[in-house]
């Protein structure tokens, strides 16, 4: 028996060693998506589908852009057929499909796979061979992924539910999926991006002893962000958030030896708790006001909303606000805007590919996701939207502050992307949902760019992360250094990047609304669009150029990063260039395919602004850009003396931002040592040692001492039993005559 | 005509004779004596209202009464007869061994 | 003033109540016996106004002659003389009047308010018709014959569960004493 086990164990062992065995799993997986293609485009009902949902709603279907709105956009205006008031939701009138097909289910479902493989079976393929499932699922998972995207733009839609998990009364929990528009988008951003970062982690992760862990984590990531966004219920939604969570808990705390990383990954957990919170109870009372958690009639109905409101503890709330509001809280917290922004630079302890993947491009995106997901509801409250632009604005400016001053490399990222994810909520804040998706999906490529660039300096650094010990990099990293140029002049908004384009649209939405908030958040928007181009390319000056000021040591070992991190670097610098050109705006000629293609999910504000005031926008956001990075030329490269100088001026100024604010110290000592505080006095001393040990200890003392009086009852003597019988007899026979 | 109220209360004063002898007797044939007794006040209480309602069920049930009471005094005294062979005594009070 | 049934009634519930609480007040344990056996007698004597003459009979056969007479046997096994030097009552008596008096009063509250249901078919003169032997064997033997058989089974469980009890089994320690001395590895002597 022991032989016949061991042979088997082998042979298996020996079959996975193989190298044709791992081709031969990406050929299978590349086989099952493709055969499930084949059965999905197989259904005969599509073609008429497809018509369908051009004449009901009136246009050409999306993507392509037919001839009336071709008409409206030659007269130049920034105009929508769906504005915010008339029912957002129109998917019962879109051909919405009810079944689902195969390659649907692969995208989160293989991730899942190779995360349950890797984990239980990657310590014995050991590095060599760890990483090929993760990456072949992933792989396959963007192979379905666009074959998604062409079905969406074909305008197919897909809303089914796969299983249901409770049904109880009108609580119907259940997995289903959702594709649309917005899926679709999120989609491509999470798998391309995730596949890159699983190839540029095979470079990265060498020689590390987690090795197949990270992979098995990274998985497990990819398909939980993956239920996120196809979910078609707030369940499901909610299960993503909280999944999401937990794998960036495990790689933010990936080498939980570090002290300090541990830390980081239970502030991450714990930050984001106080956002959850309030997400959960948005949810539950979605799930009270409609008696429903799927989109499709939440969204429908959501309308009947207006008007109601909500007393607690004397106060008022209209109730789509107060829904709105709650789930902000969750997006707030996920997204890392004021007050929750916390956890996130903090989370740079993780590995750098983690840093790209989660912390960048896909994970903190959540929460612009899920306020464009929401969008019907957001849309009924302008006063909640009000607060989303104003948290949007006040987040942009203090993060990009403490972006200048930051040391750093991966802070510096850290805080731009909060600074970027603001954009995303100013975006949101304004109506323009699809601006936010936009710039989503472009700061996805550039933010993902721009931390792998900063991954491959960190590896050719020998893992120091400080600017002040880099410069002069440029000719020892080639390749990393023009992509991080491009992913640096792509986030200035250098026109004919993508972060031109997104940036830009965000700008001219925020202009054009009506709302005060708007028009703050478009001063501060354009304030920032300057510090972004300073802070990238100061960052960008220090770590590249001038000398190199770090140690011998580190000089000798500096090399250009190998071949499986550059690709994907490359890969990633033609998206942060190109990612963009799908929604170049009408003002300059271009279809604004992007805000068409989104607009039967998140409508597109009634706004109308003139060409030429679009014109002076972009030229004036445009013109902080670059005077951003000029100014970070001069003081960077040309006057290397002047930072220092201008830091001795303001070193009040300067602290302040350096030490962020002080917002750590703060939450430390109003929330942190008072919790402590109240744990070690309270909860430890009263409810602990009285309560729980008062009630632990005293029911068994008082047991013991009423049987104690009990069994001298038990006396042993007939008279005594007699005596009992004879009352108990006596007080039944009084009751009954009693009665 | 006698009511049947009186052969109630007669039964009643028996009964708790009985009960009296029972609960505070020393001696454990008195103690027996004593539910004859009482037995003795059901079987009144069952005749006198069988009789009064014209229905023999009651005579029939005291002619079970009689015969359990027959077997529990055969038991009952049994009984009383072992625990005087091993313990020398016939007194409730000092037969304690119900304690355990 | 009193019909004679009443009168008669008078004078057996007195008597009753004088011999019965005599039998569980006097020292003498074969007095007491005697108490009671005079007790049956008059109760006999109620039954027998009640129209009852053959439980009568049964009462003054059954109780009075072999239930009684038992109970003398097993009296006379105690040791009189000693017996009457000890205290009648155990020491906490007074819980056991206490008891009595408070179920005396509900009994005697009961039977004053107690009311008679609708009468059945065995009247007097139907009994007396078929006298009430026969009346009585008609409805035991057709109604109440399965109790009938188990009171039957259960008298010979006392026959039985009696005598095994009281049996001196020369072969088995029946004493403590006896047990003791097996204990002790010792053989039984007689």
Not at chain 1, 220 to 248: C, D, H, K, P
Not at chain 1, 292 to 302: D, G, K
Not at chain 1, 535 to 550: A, I, V
Not at chain 1, 653 to 670: C, G, M, P, Q, S
Request: positive net charge; glycine residues 10%; contains cysteine.
């Amino acid at each position: 028996m022991m032989d016949m086990k061991r042979v088997i164990q082998k042979a298996i062992t020996d079959y996975c060693r193989s190298e044709k065995w791992a081709v031969f799993a990406v050929i299978a997986l590349l086989v099952l998506a493709w055969c499930g293609t084949v059965c999905a485009s197989g259904d005969p009902g599509h073609g008429e589908l497809l018509v369908g949902g051009g004449e009901v709603h009136g246009t050409a279907p999306h993507g392509i852009p037919g001839g009336g709105e071709q008409d409206e956009l030659a007269h130049g205006e920034h105009h929508g057929d769906v504005g915010h008031e008339g029912g957002l939701w129109t998917y019962q009138k879109l051909n919405t499909r009810q079944e689902l097909p195969f390659y649907l289910l692969l995208i989160p479902f293989l991730p899942l796979a190779s995360f349950i493989f890797t984990i239980l079976f990657g310590k014995r393929l050991g590095e060599k061979h760890a990483h090929w499932v993760p990456i072949a699922a992933v792989l396959t998972s963007f192979v379905c992924a666009l074959i998604a995207l062409k079905e969406v733009m074909n305008g197919n839609r897909i809303n089914c539910d796969l299983y249901t998990l409770i049904s109880s009364g009108s609580l119907n929990v259940s997995v289903g999926f959702l594709l649309d528009e917005l899926t679709a988008v999120m989609l491509i951003v999470v798998t391309s991006i995730s596949s890159l970062v699983h190839i540029y982690s095979v470079g990265y992760m060498h020689g590390d002893g987690g090795y197949y862990r990270f992979f098995s984590f990274l998985s497990l990531f990819t398909f939980s962000m993956l239920m996120l966004v196809t979910g078609n219920n707030f369940i499901q939604l909610f299960f993503g958030w909280e999944a999401v969570g937990l794998s960036s808990y495990l790689l933010i705390g990936f080498w939980f030896n570090k002290t300090s990383a541990a830390d980081a990954g239970k502030k991450a957990f714990i930050v984001n708790r106080f956002g959850d919170f309030g997400f959960a109870l948005g949810v539950i009372l979605i799930f009270l006001l409609f008696g429903t958690l799927h989109y499709e009639p939440v969204f429908s109905q959501a309308t009947k909303m207006v008007g109601q409101s909500y007393t607690l503890l004397g106060m008022t709330f209209d109730m789509p606000t107060l829904v709105a509001l709650l789930l902000f809280c969750g997006a707030v917290g996920k997204s890392a805007q004021i007050p929750l922004h916390v956890w996130l630079p903090d989370a740079m302890e993780g590995p750098t590919p983690v840093s790209a993947l989660i912390h960048a491009a896909t994970m903190v995106t959540a929460g612009v996701f899920l306020v464009a997901r929401c969008n019907p509801i957001f849309g009924l409250s302008q006063f909640a939207l009000d607060v989303v632009t104003v948290v949007g604005a006040v987040t942009c400016l203090f993060a990009a502050t403490i972006a200048l001053v930051q040391t750093d490399i991966k802070r510096v990222v850290a805080y731009s992307t909060v600074s970027q994810l603001a954009y995303m909520f100013i975006g949101c804040g304004v109506g323009a949902y699809g601006a936010g998706i936009f710039h989503l999906f472009t700061h996805a490529y550039f933010k993902a760019l721009l931390f792998l660039g900063c991954g491959s300096v960190i590896h050719a650094m020998s893992d120091e992360q400080d600017v002040k010990y880099m410069g002069g990099l440029k000719k020892y990293l080639p390749v990393t250094y023009w992509t991080m140029l491009l992913a640096s002049l792509s986030i200035s908004g250098v026109p004919g990047l993508a972060g031109f384009f997104s940036k830009d649209e965000i700008l001219a939405m925020s202009y054009a609304s009506t709302s005060g908030a708007g028009k703050f958040a478009w001063a501060i928007g354009t304030l920032v669009a300057c510090m972004t181009a300073f802070y990238s390319f100061r960052l960008f000056f220090l770590t590249f150029h001038g000398k190199f000021r770090g140690t011998e040591e580190q000089r000798k070992h500096l090399h250009e990063s190998p071949r499986n991190m550059t690709i994907p670097l490359c890969l990633l610098a033609f998206g942060a260039v190109a990612s963009g050109w799908v929604g170049i705006p009408a003002a300059l000629g271009g279809g604004a395919h992007w805000s068409h293609f989104l607009q039967p999910v998140v409508g597109h504000p009634a706004v109308h602004l003139s060409h030429a005031t679009e014109w002076k926008l972009m030229c004036l956001s445009v013109g902080v850009g670059l005077f951003g990075i000029a100014a970070a030329y001069v003081m960077y490269v040309l006057k290397p003396g002047v930072p220092v100088r201008i830091a001795a001026t303001f070193s009040l100024a300067y602290r302040w931002l350096y030490n962020k604010y002080y917002v750590d110290e703060l939450y430390f000592a109003t929330i942190v040592q008072p919790t402590i505080n109240i744990g070690r006095k309270v909860l430890v001393k009263v409810t602990d040692g009285i309560m729980i040990e008062g009630i632990v200890n005293g029911i068994p003392k008082s047991i013991g001492v009423i049987s104690g009086q009990l069994r001298r009852m038990q006396t042993g003597r007939v008279h005594h039993y007699l005596a009992y019988m004879a009352s108990g007899a006596f007080i039944i026979l009084f009751w009954m005559l009693k009665r | 005509m006698i009511p049947v109220n009186w052969y109630l209360t007669l039964a009643a004063v028996l009964f708790c004779i009985g009960v009296y002898g029972f609960l505070t007797r020393r001696n454990v044939v008195i103690m027996l004596l004593s539910v004859e007794l009482m037995l003795n006040a059901v079987n009144l209480n069952l005749v006198a209202i069988s009789h009064y309602m014209q229905d023999l069920s009651g005579q029939i049930l005291t002619f079970f009464v009689i015969a359990v009471a027959a077997a529990e005094a055969a038991i009952g005294l049994a009984i009383i007869v072992t625990v005087f062979r091993n313990r020398r005594t016939v007194l409730g009070d000092q037969i304690t061994e119900l304690r355990g | 003033m009193l019909t004679l049934p009443q009168f008669f009634f008078i004078y057996f519930a007195l008597a009753i109540i004088f011999l019965a609480g005599m039998a569980v007040n006097v020292r003498n344990p074969v007095h007491s016996v005697l108490l009671v056996l005079a007790m049956f007698f008059h109760m006999a004597g109620v039954y027998l106004m009640l129209n009852a003459e053959f439980l009568a009979a049964v009462q003054v056969i059954v109780y009075a002659g072999a239930v009684l007479v038992l109970y003398l046997f097993v009296v006379f096994l105690v040791n009189i003389k000693e017996e009457i030097r000890l205290k009648r009552f155990i020491g906490s008596y007074t819980t056991g009047r206490v008891i009595t008096i408070g179920m005396l009063a509900t009994l005697l509250a009961a039977a004053w308010s107690f009311k008679l249901g609708p009468a059945g078919t065995w009247s007097i003169e139907a009994v007396r018709e078929i006298t009430h032997t026969r009346a009585l064997g008609i409805e035991m033997f057709s109604h109440y014959m399965l109790p009938f058989e188990i009171a039957g089974v259960i008298l010979l469980v006392a026959v039985v569960g009696g005598m095994a009890l009281a049996k001196k089994d020369r072969n088995r320690a029946t004493t403590t004493e006896e047990r003791r001395a097996l204990m002790r590895g010792e053989e039984l002597g007689e």
